[in-house]
């Protein structure tokens, strides 16, 4: 971990921090990192103070490369172009302050630094906007030269496939006469849209009300399919929900599922139906099961909603309460003739 006395203190170190907490940089321990245009390597020695175990800066400018090495030898800074980063690296964060202007081809670079991401990475993006109502790249002249920055439609337009989130203004850059923005940018995922509550809560209703243009599955139809053989599957899975097998009793079949080691089999043929698009399940599922569930959808990839609602009306463990009630029931009726018996 860095000392803050190993921190360079020059002109400017105010507004370097300044920028540190307009970027809002997401906790960093025991993540990968990579500033892009690192300059003299000030966030990317804030990564390394803040747990990141990867770290690397990168800049073309080799004299600003090399005061960063003196400044924060925990690093890795390499005098490269952007245009030249390995294949096979991936990193959790990726910051690009203060240098988006000086590509070529600057939504070509923010593309390319999207396919840098770590599964669950996030592009820090500070970006000067011009203004303008078109989706523009307009010309602005700066006390030091002229460069092209976007309009807020261009940019919208840019990150219209990602998930991104605008973060506020960033500090001022001195010379630059239009303001800078921050946007924290993801890969999006399909969605898993759960609705699992008990029998009877009307999920299907819901479901119907809600995603009539999504791919569906019917839990309760997918445990018929699989046990009677019609849904390739594990023949472990099929067996065991082949046995004794009732369209009245779901429920229990469920409960019985996810009470044993076969759930990730039953779930798995749920993203061999889905194939990676966002998807609707109508199906009961215990409620202690639901995070487990999810956990699962997240590990491959999904971003998984668990729609939950009132249901007064719901019934718990159907085909058992319906036993129960019957003998109940049946216990009255006994008690009543052997009143009448009895006058």
Same mark, same amino acid.
């Given at each position: ?134 989706? +523009? ?178 019934? +718990? ?27």
């Amino acid at each position: 971990m860095i000392g803050y006395q190993t921190f360079p203190y020059r002109p400017g170190a105010s507004d370097s921090l300044n920028k540190l907490t307009q970027l809002k940089i997401l906790p960093l321990t025991a993540k990968t990192f990579l500033d892009v245009g690192c300059n003299e390597g000030f966030f990317c020695g804030y990564a390394l103070f803040d747990g990141a175990r990867k770290v690397v800066g990168i800049d073309i400018n080799e004299q600003f490369i090399q005061s960063a090495k003196q400044n924060f030898p925990g690093c890795d800074f390499r005098v490269q172009s952007w245009n030249d980063l390995p294949s096979d690296e991936k990193y959790d964060v990726i910051l690009c302050s203060s240098a988006l202007h000086y590509a070529d081809d600057q939504e070509k670079l923010i593309h390319m630094l999207m396919d840098k991401l770590s599964r669950n990475g996030v592009l820090i993006l500070e970006v000067g906007i011009a203004d303008g109502n078109g989706s +523009d790249w307009v010309e602005v002249k700066r006390s030091i030269d002229t460069r092209y920055f976007p309009t807020q439609n261009k940019v919208n337009s840019i990150l219209s496939d990602y998930a991104y989130k605008y973060m506020g203004e960033s500090s001022p850059q001195i010379g630059d006469p239009i303001p800078r923005y921050v946007y924290h940018i993801r890969r999006k995922k399909p969605y898993a849209f759960l609705l699992m509550q008990k029998p009877g809560a009307g999920k299907t209703t819901t479901r119907k009300a809600l995603f009539q243009d999504q791919k569906v599955i019917s839990g309760d139809k997918l445990i018929l399919d699989i046990g009677s053989k019609k849904q390739s599957c594990s023949s472990e899975l099929q067996d065991f929900l082949a046995q004794g097998l009732n369209p009245a009793k779901i429920d229990l079949a469920v409960r019985s599922l996810f009470s044993s080691q076969l759930w990730k089999d039953y779930l798995d043929v749920i993203l061999q139906i889905t194939n990676g698009e966002t998807f609707a399940y109508d199906g009961y599922v215990p409620s202690s099961y639901h995070d487990l569930i999810s956990d699962y959808l997240k590990s491959n990839d999904y971003f998984p909603i668990n729609l939950c609602w009132d249901s007064p009306d719901s019934l +718990d463990d159907l085909g058992v309460r319906t036993k129960a009630e019957a003998r109940k029931y049946a216990m009255y009726l006994a008690a009543v003739r052997s009143k009448i018996r009895n006058r």
